[in-house]
């Protein structure tokens, strides 16, 4: 029998039974949820110096609770010390602005066509930048331009992000 989470019972599949509800790619629970794979339950406690249903709640998808920016940012660390790379929280921080922000109300749909083909151009590009960067006899500038080509395939790959994202006036 599945555990109750604020009175409800979790979601059930008929003949496979419970199943956990459905978490935002985009959120401080996902977030959350990769950096505790990573550094586990215990470093996340520590961190967080907070009661354990309030960490549970920041992991909750229904919960608007998220972490404390002090709590997000030490939670960011333990990950990159960890060997983790990126911030999951500023990352999604990041991203959950970009789709925020007033300027991307009065997005053209039509420009999603062209901003995917220069994801996959940019992409492309850095993937072979890092092929490159790979070989034994890669040199300083080979790494540089690794480098900028993922920068530049990262900023390609946000760009699409809202156009993908209902748009909600302010």
């Not at 998220?66 to 990041?94: F, N, Q, S, V």
């Not at 053209?108 to 790979?134: C, F, N, S, W, Y």
């Not at 540089?144 to 993922?150: D, G, K, L, N």
């Amino acid at each position: 029998m599945g555990e109750f989470i604020r009175g409800r019972a979790p979601p059930t599949i008929p003949g496979i039974g419970a199943m956990t509800l459905p978490r935002e790619p985009v959120s401080f629970a996902a977030a959350l949820a990769t950096i505790e794979k990573r550094v586990g339950s215990d470093v996340v406690r520590r961190i967080a110096s907070r009661a354990q249903r309030t960490i549970d709640d920041w992991r909750h998808p229904e919960t608007p609770r998220t972490p404390p920016i002090e709590t997000a940012l030490a939670l960011d660390c333990a990950w990159r010390a960890a060997g983790g790379a990126g911030a999951p929280m500023l990352e999604t921080y990041r991203r959950l602005f970009e789709v925020s922000a007033p300027i991307v109300i009065d997005i053209d749909d039509g420009q999603l066509p062209g901003l995917t083909v220069v994801a996959i151009k940019e992409t492309a590009e850095a993937h072979a930048a890092l092929l490159i960067a790979l070989q034994p006899q890669a040199t300083e500038h080979h790494r540089r331009e690794a480098v900028r080509e993922v920068s530049e395939a990262i900023a390609a790959l946000e760009a699409p992000l809202p156009h993908l994202y209902v748009q909600q006036p302010p």
